[in-house]
């Protein structure tokens, strides 16, 4: 059986900490995983951003309200869940992702938590080290055919653990550094790819 594994921000929604830095005006905040490959050096650096200006993750969880899935993403999201199971494996937080999983319809969504206190970011708690290779890794063991899609340096275990691959949108300096990897522009191409026999 094939099972569809996604990264989140970047396929399916916009990036969530570029829409903040946005509505704040604090630039170093549009830092991303396609800047900065190793995630927990990344989140440190957010949360020391967050705690210099006071931010608060009710603040995070406004602009994320705000939020539309990428267009056609609900879409594809229905169509490839009329077909195949699908698990969104993201580096993004339970407490951020509700609105955007609501307007998605609720996939199956493997991430990470928060710890908060008085609506405060004060660490974040990873629910595994290098969740998406691993996931895909069970996946294996348990008999299914896995094909994964992402767009960042932090979805490469997850890409190169799975049956079949392909970079959505992905940076210019990620294809230029993995040339064989197959890269799909839009949500057309990308479930032609899921749909091949031997993708």
Excluded at 10 to 17: A, D, K, Q, R, T
Excluded at 167 to 184: A, K
Aim: hydrophobic share 40%; net charge negative; charged share 25%.
């Amino acid at each position: 059986m094939r099972i569809v594994c996604l990264d989140l921000e970047g396929v399916l929604v916009p990036e969530i900490w570029i829409a903040f830095a946005e509505k704040t005006g604090v630039h170093e905040l549009t830092r991303t995983t396609r800047d900065e490959p190793d995630y927990e050096v990344l989140m440190n650096y957010r949360l020391d951003i967050l705690n210099e200006n006071n931010f608060t993750l009710g603040q995070i969880k406004e602009v994320i309200e705000s939020l539309e899935p990428l267009p056609g993403a609900v879409e594809f999201t229905e169509k490839l869940r009329s077909k195949y199971e699908l698990i969104i494996l993201s580096d993004t937080f339970r407490e951020f992702a509700g609105p955007l999983m609501k307007k998605l319809g609720f996939p199956c969504l493997f991430c990470h938590e928060l710890e908060v206190s008085n609506d405060s970011i004060k660490a974040i708690k990873l629910r595994l080290p290098d969740h998406k290779r691993k996931s895909v890794q069970y996946l294996q063991k348990l008999n299914f055919e896995v094909v994964a899609a992402g767009d960042s340096y932090n979805d490469l275990g997850m890409l190169k653990t799975a049956n079949h691959c392909m970079l959505f949108n992905p940076p210019d300096q990620l294809v230029q550094e993995y040339p064989d990897m197959p890269v799909g522009r839009n949500y057309e191409q990308l479930m032609s790819f899921i749909d091949q026999p031997n993708s």
